[in-house]
């Protein structure tokens, strides 16, 4: 919060160059090369499980592929943010089951952003190319267009997740 004047760089409770070091420190906190590693392994459980769903929903039963990404999609977002919860971001939140459920509804929130954009992908890499991987007579290409959506998609999972599911810089 300024001091109200002019503008001129004075914080309450500090200067400008404590402001400095602040916004270095939300990077640092942010570009934590352990909490990226511990979320990009959640991500990599998740991609994996939506992935198999994908794969046996659209090759195994010949689902529409958005109608399989919608439902692998939920399934992994569930069980990457109860990953998450214990275990990349484990200090941080408040306990309890009441706070637990306001973080899911949070993830759930800021996740929309990146399933968006993996939807998106997808439906470009589906719906407005001609092109197929068959393998042993099925055409996994929806799967692979897949995974490209949800890598496109996971840096804006992390920075949304850091910043309003757990709140790493409050």
Known sequence: ???????????EGGTSADSADGAESAVTELASGTRIGQFVSVGVAGATVETVIVAL?????????????????????????????????????????????????????????????????????????????????????PTVANVIGIGVGMVLNYVAESLFTWRVLD
């Not at 919060?1 to 914080?11: E, I, K, L, N, R």
């Not at 949070?106 to 589906?126: E, I, N, P, Q």
């Open 1 to 11: 919060m300024t001091d109200g004047g002019d503008g001129g760089g004075v914080v």
């Open 57 to 141: 929903l659209t090759a195994g039963f010949a689902a529409p592929p958005l109608a399989a990404k919608a439902l692998g999609a939920e399934t992994s977002i569930s069980l990457m943010f109860l990953l998450n919860d214990r275990y990349t971001f484990a200090d941080e939140g408040d306990a309890g089951l009441a706070a637990l459920g306001r973080r899911w509804g949070r993830s759930h929130l800021v996740r929309l952003g990146g399933l968006t954009v993996a939807f998106v992908v997808l439906w470009l890499l589906t719906a407005r190319t001609d092109v197929q991987l068959v393998i042993a007579g099925a055409d996994f290409w």
